[in-house]
């Protein structure tokens, strides 16, 4: 008998499938869009969270960048580890019950949904890359992407191969297609 992946002809989220040993984009989104991580203490949580659940379930995390009321992160994800699903529930769970700690918001819901895109060829990697390092820019937070603390373009420029990091910082992002929040 084959196995067979039944699909809804009509959902109210995006359809998440799970792939071992992949490099996913992930975006995820407050409810309503509100800016809920308003101080560099909720931001910090939020980053903590992040690196945390991600050493916890064995995602190799390529890069991020956090803001008050989205994220975005590239991700590899483990051969026999935690799905995406799984992973994303965790996170936004711990995230949610600790800034509404810090709000004195019991059982206000924190996220709303999260859109994942599998990253099969190596142009597309690189652009998104570029992409998820340049947001804040892209936002308007800072002049250069490696000023802003919630984002992994400083620890890359750091920490990368300097023939990596070119390739990175020269692939162009700006047809890239990801959901993002204005």
Sequence with gaps: MEDKIEVSSWSHSPLHVFLPNTLYIVTAATLYKQS??????????LQRTLFEVMLATRWELQAWAIFTNHYHFIARSPEDGMPLKGMIQRLHSLSS????????AAGRRVWFEYWDTCLTYEKSYY???NYVHNNPVKHRLVPVAEQYPFCSAGWFKA???????QKVVS??????NVPDVE
């Design 36 to 45: 809920i991580f308003t101080t560099y203490a909720k931001l910090d949580l």
């Design 127 to 129: 652009a998104r890359l």
């Design 97 to 104: 019950h600790r800034v509404n700690e810090v709000d004195g």
């Design 159 to 165: 920490n990368a191969r300097e023939d990596f990091y």
């Design 171 to 176: 692939s162009p992002y700006d047809r890239v």
